[in-house]
């Protein structure tokens, strides 16, 4: 049921693009590129909740863009009781980036959605990434072409929850918050941050570990059918 609805938002990773499994896909390159004898699900099991504790510093300004890359690869390396010194950290924190959109998943529906979508309403994107990997990450997954405005947190000098990226890209979208629905995986960023400028909220719960939370939620984006 479309209720008003003419604009949808997305968050990009962990949303539309695969970021778990590309960043896993990157780190299993550059560690073979570089010689890095770690076992890659080891060191991915301690990294991951580490990177998301990194964003959330990195969301309230708390670390800058380059502490990001480089304390989130030496905190993971050292909790593995992997020695790799600082030199090594900082090109791999380079490498990474340069290689993770050349790994190019989406989550299973992603395109059928947005097909399914674009001739409903008008599509945008609202991220924290880094402007110029975001770029990369759709055009090289062939969704660029589907969203009419794209806004990130770089462009707009804050990130979300913050209030002020979500006006900036209704602004852009040239749509009012009572017309706009959000979709995203971070209850915080996504979900809460949206729900402050007035607009409507699906939480995409990929990992379906969320089902008491009083939001609209779905845990695979083909069901988004069920709800726009």
């Not at 479309?2 to 604009?7: A, L, R």
């Not at 010194?85 to 959605?113: P, Q």
């Not at 409903?120 to 997954?141: D, P, V």
Request: no cysteine; charged share 30%.
């Amino acid at each position: 049921m479309n209720n008003g609805i003419k604009h949808v938002f997305f968050d990009l990773d962990h949303t539309l693009w695969d970021f778990d499994k590309n960043s896993g896909l990157t780190f299993k390159k550059i560690f073979e590129l570089n010689n890095i004898d770690i076992e890659l699900s080891t060191f991915l099991d301690v990294y991951e909740p580490i990177n998301l504790k990194y964003w959330k510093m990195y969301r309230e300004e708390r670390v800058s863009k380059p502490d990001l890359r480089y304390g989130r690869l030496k905190e993971a390396f050292d909790e593995v009781g992997v020695h790799v010194n600082d030199k090594m950290i900082d090109h791999l924190s380079v490498t990474y980036i340069d290689y993770l959109t050349t790994f190019n998943h989406l989550f299973d529906g992603t395109i059928e959605i947005l097909e399914y979508l674009q001739f409903k309403y008008h599509l945008h994107i609202i991220t924290n990434g880094f402007e110029e990997a975001q770029e990369r990450k759709m055009k090289n997954s062939n969704i660029r072409s589907y969203f009419k405005t794209v806004t990130n947190s770089e462009m707009v000098g804050v990130k979300k929850p913050n209030p002020k990226i979500f006006n900036f890209a209704l602004n852009s979208a040239e749509a009012e918050p009572k017309e706009s629905i959000m979709i995203g995986d971070s209850l915080e960023a996504d979900i809460e941050g949206a729900k402050k400028v007035g607009m409507r909220t699906i939480h995409f719960d990929y990992k379906d570990i969320h089902n008491g939370d009083n939001h609209p939620r779905v845990t695979q984006l083909k069901a988004l059918i069920n709800h726009l």
